[in-house]
Every structure is written in C-alpha cells, then in structure tokens.
C-alpha cells in the first residue's frame, strides 16, 4: 500500500512540474509555432491534471478545446501572419521589467490567498446532493450548471457571442487560395466527420448522468466543422446570413426566453421539478449548437459574406 | 494490479516528457508536430491506465476525445504550416 501512495506522489508531482516548465517554456519561446506545440502539450498534460484533481468533468471540457480547437486555430492565425525572422524580438523589451514586477506581485496575491484558504472547507456539494433529485439530471456539475446556477451559463454563452462579435468586427471574409486536398485527407474527412458529430450526440446525452454536456459536446461538433473548413469544403458558404445568426443566437435565445417565462411564474431560471430535464436537455440541444457554431466561426477568424454583399 | 497501472502509467508520463526534447529542438515544424501528436497517443494510454486504476470510467471519454481531436490538430498542420515553417 505504501509503495503504491509513494508512485500516486510521483506521478502528480513530474505532472505539476511537467506543467510549470512547459508553461516556462511556451512563454520563453521565440518561435511561434513551437510555442503553439507547446501550448497544445500544455493542454494535454492540463487534462491529465484535472483527472488527478478529481474533475473529469473539466478534463473532458480541456480535452476537447484543448486538443481539437485551440491547436487548430493558433496554427490558423499562426499561417496569416507574415513570416519574421526569429531573431527579431517579439515585442518592445524596455516594458517587459515592469510586467515582470506586475506578474510577480499577482503572484505573490494569489499565494497569499492560497495560504490563507481554509484547511478543509465543506462547500456546497453536500447540500447539492440533497437537491440533486429535484435537479432533473443525475449529474451535480450539470445541475450546478443548468439548473441551479443557470444565469452563470447564460452569461458564458453571451460571452462567446461578445468574442466572435469581436472578431467580426475586424473585417469579412478575403478570398484566399486553398492547395487543392489530396485522397488522404478526403478520406479522413469522411471517416472523422461521422464520429466527432456521433461522439458529440453521445457527449451531450452523457451529460445527464455522466460527465459530459452542452460545451464538450459543442467543442466536438466544432471540430468536426473545423475539419471540414480545413478540408475545404465551403461550409462558410452555407453557413451565411440568417441561418447562421440562427444558429448563432439559439443557445442564448432558448436560455433567455425561459429565463422570462420562469421569471413570471415563480424566479430567475427556477425550473418546475417534473419539467426540469426535459427543460435541460432543450437547453442543452440549443447550447451546443450555439456553441459549435460560433467555435467554427470564431476558427475562420473573419466575418463570412452574406450573399447580398459583392464578392 | 494496482501497482502495475500506475507503474506503466508513471513510465508513460515519463515518455511523454522526454519528448518535450523533440519539440524543444525541432529542428523542423513536422519534427515537433509529430512529437506532440506523440504525446496525444500517450495520453490516451495513460488516461485507460488511470480509469482502470481508479475506476473512473469518464476518463475513457476524456481519452476518447484525445484519441479523435488529435487528427484535427494535424490536419491543421498540414493545411495550414505545412512546408512554409520548415527549418524555423
């Protein structure tokens, strides 16, 4: 038994200290593409982390932006930059003493605040467990999530919404050439498309009972689409106008026509206990593709055209 | 059993951080693309490893997703560095 606490120790100490070089690392580096590799093995070892803080649930939420999107789209934006020279630095050196003192003095808060947090809290998870069966689904991070701390979600997917309309606001589409796509990749494609979309269905139904939800299973469906833009297939072209601000809105829409409609009968986004999981899962559904959509929007990093607008 | 899980899965996380060196020194962008999709593989190996161990069945769906996302991340690669981030 004692050897077996000792290799537990180990292993999460060469992960923590995996963590902190990488991130020394990724930050030192004066390549750019080694830095986005970097970040991407930064995410992997992350998700091992969560699995050892005992949060699968954030694990999977890693797994699937960390390894399917994130990566994808720093090499995206990585492409349209123009080339440097890597001698050159990357910005103006004379601040950087300044932000170093600004980082070291949150640092220094943070530890404070760490060393200052109580040896062993209770929480709310006990008094969640209590309430979990009027929740509507089995699992506690879903009913904090959907039911319990609603507003919070309906503010995040807002959030999504602010930052594509951030990125929007930096231009529309410019036609750019694409190398034409080899057998491999076409097969890939359509192997992969099938079960990232199956993976994701599966995702959001698991979410209930299991690990799982509205923003995994919206990160998988966005990596699928990414694939296909990756691939070529103009899916920008179908996704224009009002069908994708459709898409775009229905996971906020949903959320704040039931936050009104709740609102008069009793409180904010307090859902009847006989309706709660049906009321969820619509959610859910809605989230997911809102989620998905705007993910896949915010990869092609500009505005697509709407048919009326010359090309 | 016990100690056999996590003494792979130790030995696997060891793997993985000794090709961080690959991605530190390149020299090429495919060298160390291939070193981190390395990494998404053992990964996969020691989240089964961990589920068995520890009898967590969600992270076979964390490994899952590493397993399928992985080839979104080259195919980026391979769209969109490709040849051009050569011998950076």
């Known amino acids: 038994m004692e050897k077996v606490t000792l290799l537990i120790m180990l292993f999460d100490l060469l992960l923590g200290l995996g963590l902190l070089w990488l991130a020394w690392q990724l930050l030192e580096s004066r390549n750019l593409f080694k830095a986005v590799v970097l970040f991407v093995a930064f995410g992997l070892l992350m998700a091992l982390a969560w699995v050892r803080l005992d949060a699968p649930d954030v694990a999977l939420a890693e ?8 990566g994808a789209l720093l090499m995206a934006a990585l492409a349209k930059l123009p080339s440097r020279d890597k001698s050159e630095p990357l910005a103006d050196e004379k601040g950087h003493w300044l932000l170093r003192l600004a980082l070291l003095l949150v640092a220094a808060g943070l530890g404070y605040v760490v060393h200052s947090l109580p040896e062993s809290a209770p929480g709310l998870s006990a008094e969640i467990a209590n309430n979990l069966a009027s929740s509507g689904v089995n699992n506690p991070v879903t009913a904090v999530l959907l039911n319990f701390r609603g507003y919070d979600t309906l503010l995040e997917l807002m959030v999504l919404m602010l930052a594509l309309l951030g990125v ?43 690990p799982g939800g509205a ?9 699928a689409m990414v694939l296909l833009l990756l691939a070529g297939w103009p899916l920008q072209g179908l996704l224009t106008g009002v069908a994708l601000r459709l898409m775009l809105v229905a996971g906020p829409a949903t959320f704040v026509a039931l936050a009104g409609l709740t609102l008069l009968d009793a409180q904010l986004l307090a859902y009847p206990p006989q309706h709660a999981g049906k009321l969820i899962l619509l959610l859910e559904v809605a989230a997911t593709l809102s989620i998905a959509v705007t993910l896949a929007a915010l990869f092609l990093g500009y505005r697509p055209r709407t048919n009326k607008e010359p090309g | 059993m016990d100690m056999l899980y996590l003494g792979v899965a130790f030995f696997l996380l060891l793997n993985l951080l000794a090709g961080l060196w690959r991605v530190l020194r390149g020299p090429s962008a495919a060298d160390r693309m291939l070193a981190s999709q390395l990494f998404g593989t053992t990964a996969v190996a020691i989240l089964l490893l961990l589920a068995e161990r520890f009898a967590t069945p969600a992270l076979r769906d964390v490994a899952l997703l590493f397993a399928l996302l992985a080839a979104v991340t080259a195919v980026a690669f391979v769209r969109r560095i490709g040849s051009s981030h050569e011998r950076q």
Do not use: H, K, M, N
């Open chain 1, 215 to 223: 923003f995994q299973a919206g990160a998988v469906l966005a990596a």
């Open chain 1, 168 to 210: 929007w606001s930096l231009g529309i589409e410019r036609s750019t050439r694409e190398e034409p796509v080899g057998p491999v990749l076409t097969t890939l494609v359509q192997f992969l498309t099938p079960l990232l979309i199956l993976v994701a269905a599966y995702l959001l139904w698991a979410g209930a009972d299991a």
């Open chain 1, 63 to 70: 797994a699937a932006i960390g390894a399917g999107l994130t």
